[in-house]
């Protein structure tokens, strides 16, 4: 009995001794935790204060390393893909490549032998040739017993007319035809940048397109639209201004080619147009795309 009060009585002050350490050891590391932390605290609110405000957008950038070990000519290859990818998306042409395009398309005049006249538009293709309607250089679908001919086709050029030859055209009887094309020739030096073709264009459903043409007789003038579908007699429908004058003129795609010319539309819709996509056989008498 005695052992056991005896026991109990140097245990006892031996617990109340370590759980006091006990306690005392796990504060100061807590303080430490919390000094270490509070001090943590403070640096990364030094870095935030000098440092400049952003936005709140997400953006994910090349690391100063990464960038830095690209090539120059790596640089500006990854720098153009972007570029193409967000022209795509958005459906758009650069400005500049707008301006340039509109370049290559002139207006277009036709004289018949009573004085009358008409307008449209041509496309350069490059030396002296360019891409028009039939139906803007020889009268087609006369009603019977009109003689009406087309005696002079003029193309205007720094605000001179220049006389042109039709050396070229397709089989349309009427207008709004798959053979409703012309082919033209200047013998006078011009300077203006010759169109990219592109023969092979798929015109997908509401595929975005841009329109070119002598719009109204009031010079050539941009208008943008979308693909509808193929027709049976192979032209193509789409949404974009129809207006007077634009026969002849060019249809792009988003990468600023020509893929097509405009040839009607739809009576009493100035916004449902026919564009007649390019084929080969329509420069088969121009030498340096045949």
Not at 49 to 66: I, M
Not at 91 to 115: C, H, I, T, W
Not at 253 to 263: A, K
Request: aromatic share 8%.
């Amino acid at each position: 009995m005695f052992i056991r009060q005896s026991v109990r009585f140097v245990l006892v002050p031996l617990l109340i001794v370590g759980v006091f350490g006990l306690g005392t050891y796990l504060g100061a590391r807590q303080q430490g935790d919390s000094d270490e932390a509070l001090a943590a605290l403070r640096a990364e609110l030094e870095l935030i204060r000098r440092q400049q405000p952003t936005g709140t957008s997400g953006r994910r950038d090349l690391s100063p390393v990464a960038m830095g070990s690209l090539e120059d000519a790596d640089r500006a290859a990854l720098i153009a893909d972007v570029k193409r990818q967000l022209s795509a998306e958005m459906g758009l042409l650069p400005l500049q490549l707008l301006r340039e395009r509109r370049d290559s398309f002139v207006e277009l005049y036709a004289y018949d032998e009573k004085g009358s006249s008409s307008y449209g538009t041509a496309g350069y293709l490059g030396n002296g040739y360019f891409i028009t309607v039939k139906h803007g250089v020889e009268a087609l679908g006369q009603p019977a017993g009109s003689d009406r001919k087309i005696v002079s086709v003029k193309l205007m050029y720094r605000g001179k007319a220049i006389p042109a030859r039709v050396v070229d055209t397709g089989d349309a009887p009427v207008e709004v035809h798959p053979g409703d094309w012309a082919i033209l020739r200047i013998r006078q030096p011009i300077d203006l940048p010759p169109l990219q073709l592109n023969l092979d264009y798929g015109f997908d459903f509401a595929d975005p397109i841009f329109r070119l043409g002598n719009d109204y007789s009031k010079g050539i003038i941009l208008a943008t639209g979308y693909v509808g579908q193929r027709t049976p007699n192979k032209l193509v429908t789409c949404l974009t201004d129809g207006h007077p004058g634009v026969s002849g003129g060019g249809v792009l795609n988003r990468d600023g080619e020509l893929v097509g010319i405009p040839i009607g539309r739809m009576q009493g819709d100035f916004r449902f147009s026919f564009i007649l996509p390019l084929r080969r056989e329509m420069f088969r008498k121009v030498p340096h795309l045949s």
